[in-house]
């Protein structure tokens, strides 16, 4: 089995290949994953289909004919969806769990190789953006015990790219103080800080309000969808631009932002993404729907056509010449979802950052905090203009329910989960 290096070298090839070969490509992963799932996991024994060998043209029409697995089914029924003969080269294996943003936490055996690919698919994409891999890198991250802020992990490029040296990783946790991590991002002289999108923009606020300067090339986002509000902010503040992946813990890196033909590449070489409607069929070109992934490598569990809990609009091809898969934009998470108590469901956005100018907001958060009460929360960000809070809820009004009351609430701080995100929603009731 390749290594990550491996891979990496793989994908800076076959990011050139014609969508045709790509699909060739993803068929016969497809094949092997399904026919390894019916063998070794009750799931796939009652529930996916024989999709043959090489010999046969690949049935893409059974293949959308297949469940899709949603997040509560894969972690109320891990034991049947756990492979009882992972191939050995594909570990070694680990326990990963996902944040439970949608109320269903989600807990997955993954592999190494997984792991590999999503380092060979994020160094692709670091490439296309003109990372470079000799700078130093300040990684936000799970807390690691014995670990102090500031600790160098090493190098963190691709160890044998004879274009650049190795530049440092520096270690933090999200628990960090804020204050202790600035100082140290500072004396670090890190060019790139990797971290969430809500941290990111917090880091903004606690460095205004304490008046550290701090300066950095590029912003590496990921957990969450960057909207153009914390484009702005972090442009503003560190002078940094964003580096985007989308990437989740079960499906590894997943897609990119395209370097020039706007868009998002799929790692296609790496998993399939399909972006469906509510019957679990392929949407067409500008239209929203779920994002489906099988990656490849999830021997130890096969996720074969898992719901990631997020939302696309289906992309209709790129004109950079790569092969890769292509969305247009990532439409945010499910999670934005509200539910009245009548069951109807809508979709709360704040996307636009018209909203923040007008309520003067860093970051926003809705809480239902009781059956029909809205609580808007805020932190707050000065953006040159003069806030219109009324103004604001006047246009924010039309996306909630006709009888609920909302109020505004400014907040010191985002109260950011141990993953560091801020949850776009959150109900607060039962
Ligand atoms: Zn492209």
């Not at 700078?135 to 992990?153: D, I, K, N, S």
């Not at 029909?372 to 000065?382: A, G, L, N, S, V």
Request: proline fraction near 5%; hydrophobic fraction near 40%.
């Amino acid at each position: 089995m390749p290594d990550a290096l491996g891979v990496f070298a793989f994908l800076e090839q076959s990011q050139w290949w014609t969508p045709e070969k790509m699909r060739a490509f993803q068929a016969q992963n497809l094949r092997e994953l399904t026919q390894h799932a019916r063998a070794t996991t009750r799931y796939g024994q009652d529930h996916c289909a024989d999709f043959g060998d090489a010999r046969t043209p690949f049935d893409w029409a059974a293949w959308a004919r297949q469940p899709i697995l949603t997040r509560e089914d894969v972690a109320t029924r891990y034991a049947d969806f756990l492979s009882n003969r992972p191939p050995a080269g594909h570990g070694p294996f680990s326990e990963v769990r996902s944040s439970g943003s949608t109320g269903h936490p989600v807990r997955v055996r993954t592999t190494r190789l997984v792991n590999d690919m999503a380092r060979a698919a994020n160094w692709r994409a670091h490439r296309w953006a003109g990372i470079d891999w000799g700078q130093t890198l300040f990684g936000v991250m799970g807390e690691r015990p014995g670990l102090e802020v500031g600790a160098v992990l090493g190098p963190w490029g691709p160890k044998s790219d004879p274009q650049s040296a190795r530049g440092r990783l520096v270690y933090c946790p999200y628990e960090e103080d804020d204050t202790r991590l600035l100082t140290a991002l500072r004396k670090s002289r890190a060019s790139y800080l990797a971290t969430t999108p809500h941290h990111a923009v917090h880091l903004c606020e606690v460095a205004v309000a304490k008046g550290i300067e701090i300066r950095l090339d590029t912003v590496m986002a990921r957990g969450a969808t960057v909207t153009d509000a914390v484009r702005q902010q972090l442009a503003a503040v560190f002078g940094a631009r964003v580096f985007e992946q989308y990437s989740s813990k079960e499906g590894g890196v997943m897609a990119h932002p395209c370097p020039e033909g706007g868009g998002y590449h799929v790692a296609s070489d790496c998993l399939l993404m399909e972006i469906v409607d509510d019957a679990g069929q392929p949407v067409a070109e500008g239209v929203e729907g779920r994002v489906v992934i099988t990656p490849f490598g999830s021997t130890a569990m096969p996720l074969i056509r898992y719901d990631q809990g997020d939302r696309a609009v289906q992309g209709g091809g790129c004109t950079c010449g790569r092969g890769l898969g292509h969305i247009h934009s990532l439409a945010g998470r499910t999670r934005s979802f509200l539910r009245h108590v009548t069951g109807e469901e809508r979709r709360i956005t704040f996307d636009d950052v018209a909203f923040y100018r007008l309520l003067g907001a860093g970051q926003i958060q809705v809480a239902q905090v009781g059956p029909t009460e809205y609580e808007i929360r805020y932190t707050r960000h000065d953006w040159g203009v003069v806030p219109n809070p009324d103004a604001f809820l006047q246009q924010a009004r039309p996306q909630f329910f006709d009888d609920v009351a909302i109020r505004l609430k400014a907040v010191d701080r985002a109260a950011l989960n141990a993953s560091g995100k801020w949850r776009d929603t959150v109900v607060e009731w039962s």
